[in-house]
């Protein structure tokens, strides 16, 4: 009985990086800033979590570990002006 625990443990254990990498983005989802400014549509979402979208004219990549849902929206961690910055 006790291995049949310990198989459990690490087999949850294992499967929690999988879980981590979980994409919580979807294409067609509106992306908002950090100050609350609307980026634009997802236009793809990578296996990492990360989205691509064309923000200002040109495809931005933003990271996945910067996004999140909070009230039913997609919304990353950076600002406007850093999403500006960075490239596809």
Do not use: C, Y
Request: proline letters at 3%.
């Amino acid at each position: 009985m006790r291995k049949l625990f310990w198989a459990f443990v690490i087999s949850i254990f294992a499967a929690l990086p999988a879980l981590a990498q979980t994409p919580v983005a979807t294409k067609g989802a509106m992306l908002h800033s950090a100050d609350g400014v609307r980026l634009g549509e997802v236009d793809r979402v990578e296996g990492d979590g990360s989205v691509q979208l064309i923000f200002e004219g040109k495809v931005v990549t933003v990271p996945g570990n910067t996004l999140s849902v909070q009230d039913g929206s997609l919304v990353t961690t950076l600002k406007k002006v850093d999403v500006m910055n960075l490239k596809s």
